[in-house]
């Protein structure tokens, strides 16, 4: 029985993964940009009249979630959050974007950078807010993890995050005992 009849009488699931995996191409972060908009409102706020950290929380993992799934083409769900980082509140009424992009894809997992912004109204000038990195995993319609295509950064930006990608997901593995500190290499690197 040749190759190809073999791959042929696969279920369709398998002949899809398999499929997948043979056609796997890099892609860029450009091809998971992915950008909401939105403005404060009054039933979004706490009693200084600033959005709720959990409201932004809830847009910045809305938001990385079809930034995973536009890189990965595939169900995700998220594994953890990495940072954020509220550095300015966010006041009722403001025009607030919250961009994301893939800045590293490990075998199963992909790291979304997030970048909030809030916008003046009237000059139009954007000022940034905050920022979170968030990991996602792709599964499969049963839930088990699937490979996602690898990353190919373009921008300088674009790079510094793929190569720090590496020593975040080291550190979280070392600080949760799933990694000797030994083997951390990027880490080490650091010290050396």
Known sequence: MCFKNIVSSLPTYQRLVYLCKKNMQAKKPSASLTTLT??????????LNNLFGGELLARMDRAASITAGRHSRRIVVTASVNHVAFNKAIPLGTVVTVEGKVSRAFKTSMEIYLDVWIEDRISGKRTKANEAIYTFVAVDETGSPVEV???????ELEKQRFDGALRRKQLSLVLAGKMKAADATELKALFV
Not at 38 to 47: F, G, Y
Not at 149 to 155: A, F, G, N, R, V
């Open 149 to 155: 295509p690898p990353l190919e950064p373009e921008t």
């Open 38 to 47: 939105d403005l404060v409102l009054p039933s979004e706020t706490n009693p």
